[in-house]
Structure formats: structure tokens, C-alpha cells
């Protein structure tokens, strides 16, 4: 007999980002049932959680809005608690702004941070020690809207994507340069492969292209050793996230538009996820979500995916062996606007 999914996962819980609450939420793993929010300042984005020091990490982007479209950047992470669900400390990054994608080295005390460039600078990653919780330097990516990234398991190399930017960032983490430019027509989210020999990253990016320059959506597959694309996974809507599962699910979260009658211009239309194996590039299924899917995560042991859907203000709970939805959660419910940035938090050993 099949064990549930939810089994053995007493004390586990998710965490929420609620861009425009603004706040954090939190929910039971076993049966998402609500445990509480905390207030936040303006705009949190994206979250990681630091299982060594037992704290979870939340960027604060913008004052108000989106990339690209929005009325200031901001400089501040914040750092909270999540068993007391308080806030340990907001770590003041200025004069960099607009501090977006979150990765943790937890063996080297490492936090990565992407930030926004400015007139006379790139963007960049941002090197933060997680005990003493201040930058120990920055890495330049050559492109002004830096957005996502990953690191290795090895913690030696970072892959970054770049909005607009033609081509994704490579960074020798322990050098702390960049290495290398991948040819990509602009990018979104992005994964790397547990033995670090693969990336795989969504393009194009959200936006507008030239109409000469249109690139099919889907995800471009990078030889890590060539800084190369090798393969295209293709896609029939753009895709944002991008997560990859501790068995091996390579995770996609499609934006799908659609014809508004009442309006006779375009809408949100509920959004896809679609599986595929990282090993095989087959694809293994798809499963339909909330509108606008942001941002995903998984448990540990792979076998729950949580997708985030921002129109809708609703995460999506879903069963990767069936490829089937266990539940909705409707943060919107809760007077919670924006889910964005999710991180799943393991109960204390």
C-alpha cells in the first residue's frame, strides 16, 4: 500500500511570502492548516532557509511594484525566526538595492544574494557571512537586472540570470569573478544539477522581444564544464521558476495568457506546471495551478512540490509521484496579497 505524501511530516512547515501583505506566513506540512503571519517591511520577495543557524532569510525588493516597474528599491534583508516567528534582525545592504535571489552555502556560512545595477555599475552577488550576518564582498555579473541564482554543491561555482541580458553569469565563487557568459535570450529562473555537471535555465525572459529576436519558451540545458547550451526542453508558455527535487524532478512553472473577452485584451490564465526528469529530459507530466506561478520549492524527500502563484495569491500543493493536486492553499484568504517567495522549514532534530 502507497504511503500518503504527508506522512512523517509532523512539524514540518512552509513559509509564505506575501509580496504586498507585506508579510511571511506559515503552515503545517502535514495538513497546510495556517499557524500565523509576521509583518514584514515593504515588498519581501524571496525566501532560504538556514538550517545551521535555524533562521530564514527574506529579501525586500522594491517599495512598491515589480522589476522594472516599480517606486524605489530597496536595500534591506530580513531575518526571522521561523519557530518563534519573529524577526531576529533587518540587515541593511545600502548603497546596493534591489536585493532579489537567495542562495545558502550552509557548510561555509555563505548567503548569495543577486542586486540590481545602477548607472555605474552592474548588478552583482552580493557574499554575506550568515554568522555575523555582513557582506564580505560582491561579485559583478555584467548585467544590470540580475535576478536569480544557484550554487553548486561543491560551493564553488554560481549561476545567475539576467533579465534583459542576453546571456547568464557564471561566477568562480571562490575567486569571486566571473567566469563566464552563457548565450541565453534573456532568462528567468534556474537549477543545477546535484553533481553539478548541468544547469538548467528558463528562457526567454517575461517581457517584450523583438519580434526578429523571438526565442521559443523552454528550458535551456548548459554543459556546467563548456558554459555551453546543449539541449532545449521545449515549452508552449513562458516559464518562471525553475526547482529541481532531491530525487530529480526537473520542476517548470509556466505563465499561460489568455483572450479577456470583457476587456478584448490579454489575461492571467491559470498556470501549468510541468515535470520533466533531469537525467532523461523526458518529460514526465504536467498539472494546471494558479495563475502566474512565481516561484517553487519541494520537501526534502522530493516528493511534494509547492508552487506559488501570484495572481491568485495561492500555492499549489502537489503529489510528484501521481502528478496530482493534494490541496490549494488560498493565502488570499487570509487577506494575504502576492505569494511569492516559499521556503519549507524541517522541524528542529
Request: glycine share 10%; proline share 7%.
Amino acid at each position: 500500500m502507497r504511503q500518503s505524501p504527508r506522512a512523517g511530516r509532523e512539524g514540518d512547515v512552509l513559509a509564505v511570502v506575501s509580496q504586498s501583505g507585506p508579510s511571511v506566513s506559515f503552515f503545517d506540512a502535514c495538513d497546510d492548516h495556517y499557524l500565523g503571519s509576521l509583518e514584514t517591511i515593504a515588498q519581501p520577495h524571496e525566501l532560504c532557509f538556514d538550517p545551521t543557524q535555524r533562521l530564514l532569510w527574506c529579501s525586500n525588493t522594491y517599495d512598491s511594484g515589480f522589476y522594472g516597474a516599480n517606486s524605489g528599491r530597496r536595500t534591506e534583508l530580513t531575518l526571522i525566526d521561523p519557530d518563534t516567528r519573529g524577526i531576529v534582525e533587518v540587515v541593511d545592504l545600502a548603497p546596493e538595492h534591489a536585493p532579489h535571489g537567495l542562495a545558502l552555502d550552509a557548510a561555509r556560512g555563505r548567503l548569495y544574494v543577486t542586486v540590481e545595477g545602477s548607472d555605474d555599475r552592474s548588478g552583482g552577488v552580493l557574499v554575506i557571512d550568515t554568522q555575523t550576518r555582513r557582506p564580505l564582498g560582491r561579485i559583478d555579473t555584467g548585467a544590470p537586472g540580475s535576478h536569480w541564482v544557484v550554487i553548486d554543491a561543491a560551493g564553488r561555482t554560481g549561476y545567475v540570470t539576467n533579465k534583459e541580458a542576453r546571456f547568464m553569469s557564471v561566477l568562480d565563487l571562490e575567486r569571486g569573478v566571473l567566469a563566464a557568459k552563457v548565450e541565453v535570450a534573456g532568462s528567468e529562473g534556474l537549477a543545477v544539477s546535484a553533481d553539478g555537471t548541468r544547469a538548467f535555465v528558463a528562457a526567454p525572459h517575461l517581457g517584450p522581444s523583438p519580434s526578429e529576436e523571438a526565442t521559443p519558451p523552454g528550458i535551456k540545458v548548459i554543459d556546467t564544464k563548456t558554459a555551453s547550451v546543449i539541449d532545449t526542453l521545449p515549452l508552449a508558455d513562458t516559464v518562471m521558476p525553475v526547482h529541481l527535487t532531491s530525487t530529480g524532478r526537473l520542476l517548470a512553472g509556466e505563465v499561460r495568457m489568455e483572450d479577456d473577452p470583457t476587456s478584448g485584451g490579454r489575461r492571467m490564465a491559470p498556470g501549468r506546471l510541468t515535470v520533466f526528469s533531469a537525467d532523461t529530459h523526458k518529460q514526465l507530466g504536467q498539472v494546471e495551478v494558479g495563475p502566474c506561478p512565481l516561484t517553487m520549492t519541494s520537501s526534502p524527500d522530493g516528493r511534494i512540490a509547492y508552487v506559488a502563484c501570484h495572481a491568485s495569491s495561492t500555492v499549489d500543493v502537489v503529489d510528484l509521484e501521481t502528478l496530482t493536486t493534494l490541496n490549494r492553499i488560498d493565502h488570499a484568504a487570509l487577506g494575504e496579497v502576492g505569494a511569492h517567495g516559499l521556503a519549507y522549514i524541517p522541524r528542529p532534530a
